[in-house]
């Protein structure tokens, strides 16, 4: 086999290695999230969404802390989550977000996500509604 060939055959190797690893991943975190009564999963699943979202379309933010009833109580009903008064943390500061978000019946994956970030939350109402900093 020519060097450019072993190259590229192990470059392949490293995929597959690479994706089964991702997909052993993906696997452990669905039998671990099966372990959540379903409100608390799908609240989960809603959650590492919308921080995932936020992320990637707001590029100066880093979300790495959520809470969904932050300012208002979640509406879980059998495979959806409404979060109107939830709130997100990046780079230390908390912001207002709302967010509704529907999952398949086993609340382990997302059909459908919408949400609408808002303004930052100031530091002296942090306390009042669990916001940590």
């Known amino acids: 086999m020519r060097p450019v060939h072993r190259r590229m055959a192990a470059s392949a190797a490293a995929l597959l290695l690479c994706?089964?690893?991702?997909?052993?991943?993906?696997?452990?975190?669905?039998?671990?999230i099966l372990?959540?009564?379903?409100?608390?999963?799908?609240?989960?699943?809603?959650?590492?969404?919308?921080?995932?979202?936020?992320?990637?379309?707001?590029?100066e933010m880093r979300p790495d802390e959520l809470v969904a009833y932050a300012f208002a109580d979640t509406k879980v009903g059998a495979?959806?989550?409404?979060?109107?008064?939830?709130?997100?943390?990046?780079?230390g500061h908390w912001y207002r977000l709302s967010y509704r978000c529907?999952?398949?019946a086993d609340g382990l994956d997302i059909?459908?996500?919408?949400?609408?970030?808002?303004?930052?939350?100031?530091?002296?109402?942090?306390?009042?509604?669990?916001l940590v900093p």
């Open 19 to 32: 994706a089964s690893a991702a997909e052993a991943a993906t696997t452990k975190r669905d039998e671990m």
């Open 35 to 59: 372990h959540l009564d379903p409100a608390t999963r799908i609240e989960q699943r809603c959650n590492a969404r919308a921080m995932g979202v936020i992320g990637r379309e707001h590029q």
């Open 79 to 91: 495979d959806n989550i409404v979060a109107p008064g939830a709130a997100v943390r990046s780079a």
């Open 102 to 104: 529907r999952t398949t």
């Open 111 to 130: 059909r459908d996500f919408s949400y609408a970030l808002g303004s930052e939350v100031p530091k002296s109402d942090w306390s009042a509604h669990y």
